[in-house]
């Protein structure tokens, strides 16, 4: 790093603080005059330019207009500038921008009145993009890591977007390192409690310059800038994970894993018949004429039905099952996935399908997830949910957490479309490489399968099969804990930022923030082996 002149204006103190201005700045020349003169209506004490790859005259011109230039020949990285500026700075409110469009002074003038009427982040809203038809990547990213971090309220709003402004006290909670990756630095402001404010709403989009990272090329799956954006995401929910455990602190929801470990090898007796070619798994926590007509419907077909009744006595309801129907009782406590898993343990079909009883799926629509895998076309099929898939303002959070699990094993393209809403189907063969108690975590039995090179495709869509945050089924608590158990398994597999690119960024000029942020290399990690024996204790 080059020597830094001294500031050419010192303004001295506000009414209530100190405030920097942090500004990273590559080749910035045509606009970085216009940005220092928007923000010098605030009277700053500080301006920090951090000028990095600069080969068009940035610095000179920022020095000129009375900034602090700090210069690195090459370029940081995203965001690690604004770490960079944050920690030369000595303030007590800190306003971030970016170099390549100036903002209004007006909104500037809110971000910084809400930090100095008591809050410790104030943000700049993009909250309409909730109301798109369908999201980006990066908007979903925003989004569901607000989800887990259980701020619904606070929509999509994050440090990713400038210009934003933090107190002193906040700089300081989150580590200014933090800073350079700015999901990472939002998860932990939430974390820890920190006041936010949302008190302005200016569309930056709509002047900020798209860059070549920008935009995906041919032969990749995402763009670059989506790659790191969605890597910082994977990186903040790990932070997450490593606070709270591997469900990030959610429930099970009423689910008793302990049952598994008494039927993982059933002493059942086989049939002289052989095999059936289909099983269908159903849990039931009651019966009713519907589900007998469909249990009688399938077994009349030819499937064998194992039918899990959770803590009541299905036979009551019913009368006696067909011979192909294995009734199976499992404690209440058992809850839907795990009654699923334990009759995984009991199917002899070549392709086993699995269904929650209170799913409204016929029998001839559970008979069309089987045939791709009767056929020798796919190893599981998964419920095409990508009908319900729309703006996020409106879309279950069984559907955003789970599009944020399928960016994050390879399948955007499906979606919110995941194993966490039943019916789907696997082969049996398959299903015993991967182990029947793996699918009490239907996202983890997911991103586990695409793993060891499953071949799974989307099945049909059901439109009756809508899930419902009032279903004990879908409930917050077990759809988000589900999904943060398969982000732990992928984080574990391919590392803290789910072997997606850092883009290049320079971590190694940066302080660590233990237990928060590392700055040994992010990305490219080998695959490592996970031990799953906490699902089976």
Known sequence: MRSVPKRLHVHPPRGKGRLAVVIPAGDEARTIQAVLRSVARLRPHTAVVVVNGSTDGTARLAR??????????????????????????????????????????????????????????????????????????????????????????????????????????????????????????????????????????FNVLAINRRRPNHIRRKGQAMAPATQRIHGDAVEAVRYLLDQYGRRGGYALGGEGRQVFAAYRNPSWPERGDGPPQVSVVFSARQADGGLWARVRGLAAAGAEVVLVAQGSDLLGDGGNPPPQVRVVHVPAEAGSDVALAVGATYARGEAVVFCDAAVPATAEELWRFAHPVMNGEADGVVHDQRPFCGPLARMHPVHSAGWFANVTMGRREWFGSTWLVPPYAVRREALQALGPEVLQSPCLAQMRALDQGWRLRLGPHLPAVRPDEESSAFMLDRVLGHVLEGLWYWTERYGRRGGFTDEGRRRDVLPPVPGVYRIDRADGEPPRDVDLGWLCP
């Open 64 to 201: 000129r207009a009375g900034a602090r230039v700090l210069v690195y020949p090459r370029r940081l990285g995203n965001d690690v500038g604004r770490a960079v500026g944050a920690l030369a700075a000595d303030a007590d409110m800190y306003l971030f921008v970016d170099a390549d469009f100036a903002v209004p002074t007006p909104v500037l003038r809110r971000l910084v009145a809400a930090v100095e009427a008591g809050a410790d982040v104030a943000l700049n809203s993009l909250g309409w993009l909730a109301q798109a038809r369908r999201p980006d990547i990066p908007t979903l990213d925003r989004y569901v890591l607000n989800l887990f971090l259980r701020q619904r309220a606070l929509g999509l709003e994050n440090l990713l977007t400038v210009p934003h402004v933090l107190s002193r006290r906040a700089v300081e909670a989150i580590g200014a390192s933090t800073l350079a990756n700015p999901l990472l630095a939002t998860a932990v402001a939430l974390d820890r409690h920190l006041r936010v404010a949302v008190p302005t709403k």
